[in-house]
């Protein structure tokens, strides 16, 4: 069979580069083809911008995911992106390996001191192609403040910031004069609470609820439905409500 | 008070180009100072790789987190780095603002056909410096299969692939031989059986299990215990045991 690994890690030498050979050299022993994506080595655009679509013109307004079928159905995709296609196509199984902190990826907080962010509050603004219905409790997105976990509590909350819920638009690609402004106006109302408004009571790493060290959260805290990451705030209400 | 907005998309003229005109116009009628870091407009390099560590000797093994320490704590971090670290500790509220495609970046597959994909198995290859408890189901990181969840159903199964648990390596920081030998022994179990083991059961969109077209699952198809992402798998274990 088919297998094409996309590798992301800037050293070749790492414990990453190592799990790597050991996956192919096994693939290989079993006689499966095996096809390697190093993004780090091939200087992969990780980011998408108006290189990717040369036919749009430049004084028109890009609108990324119409130009992006626009160009798959015109065969004007760049030729790096039509590589990787090429090898997904090919394959029969694919892997994608990399260490957690690279989805985490240079985002200039990542590799701050903690003390820079003590006494300090944040959130999240975030626009969607897809319904509301779609990221609520029940939806088959998954609940939006969850898919942002990583950002809130991982990045934000993780740093020692406090966190505000955050800001979403919906259906933003076919979305109306009249629901821009209504989106706008909320956005407004958001502005103005930044200091007031109460944050998400995400619990404290070293507050007492957790085992140390391995910060599990102790038994007979959370509600009755809690589970997956609203473990980790207090007071959730029940979780499985839409 | 001072605001420091992060906003990562490549069209000033997009949506998220008016809502961020909306947040910065009202926080300054509010009297706030407000700083923008435009990612796209700057050219921001997402990466990390050795160009952040031009102290880092070409030959030898870039580890990217000790790299990171001693490049802060010896003030020979890259200028783009710092002048953001500069903005961060300047302000009393950091919002980062984003299309959630944005975070899925342009990964060679987000914006494929969904015919590509059928009938193909797809998994993740994952190391973390933490260790495995704090991503167990009661693990303050939050359950490591939901921290991937925006890769495995939202990258992989939403374009048509079956997908096999993750595999992950934890305290990778610290690893000896003698952990490095196991988890490659693991991994080569993992790779004779990519053909065979059996999937992660995530339920159809279209397959009964939920409402059209809000997408949100039918009531009483979930266990007793499952919230948050675990409801769009059948036969999930009770997520509140770790």
Same mark, same amino acid.
């Given at each position: 069979?088919?297998?094409?690994? *996309? ?16 996956? *192919? ?14 993004? %780090? ?14 036919? &749009? ?6 609108? *990324?995911?119409?130009?992006?079928? *626009?160009?798959? %159905? ?32 240079? /985002? ?21 192609? #897809? ?21 809130? &509590?991982?990045?934000? %909350? ?34 103005? /609470? ?15 609820? %957790? ?8 038994? #007979?805290?959370? #509600? ?19």
């Amino acid at each position: 069979m088919k297998v094409f690994i *996309v590798f992301a890690h800037p050293e070749p030498q790492s414990l990453n580069g190592s799990l790597l050979k050991v996956a *192919v050299e096994e693939l290989e022993s079993q006689g499966h083809e095996v096809k390697v994506s190093d993004l %780090y080595a091939m200087k992969w655009k990780s980011q998408v911008d108006r290189e990717d679509f040369p036919q &749009h013109p430049a004084d028109e307004r890009l609108r *990324v995911t119409k130009a992006s079928a *626009v160009a798959t %159905y015109s065969g004007t995709l760049t030729d790096d992106v039509r590589q990787e296609q090429e090898k997904l196509k090919w394959a029969d199984f694919v892997i994608f390996q990399f260490p957690l902190w690279c989805t985490a990826r240079r /985002t200039g907080v990542i590799d701050m001191e903690k003390e820079f962010c003590l006494e300090k509050r944040a959130m999240v603004v975030v626009t969607l192609g #897809g319904w509301k219905e779609h990221y609520s409790a029940r939806g088959i997105g998954g609940p939006l403040e969850d898919l942002l976990f990583p950002v809130t &509590h991982g990045t934000f %909350y993780y740093t020692g910031m406090e966190v505000l819920p955050s800001f979403a638009m919906y259906r933003t690609d076919r979305a109306t004069d009249e629901q821009f402004k209504e989106a706008a106006d909320e956005l407004r109302q958001r502005m103005k /609470t930044l200091f007031t408004a109460k944050p998400i009571a995400f619990r404290r790493q070293n507050g007492g609820d %957790y085992e140390i060290p391995a910060l599990t959260l102790k038994r #007979g805290l959370e #509600g009755p439905n809690a589970s997956g990451f609203s473990l980790h705030s207090r007071n959730v209400e029940d979780a499985t409500e839409s």
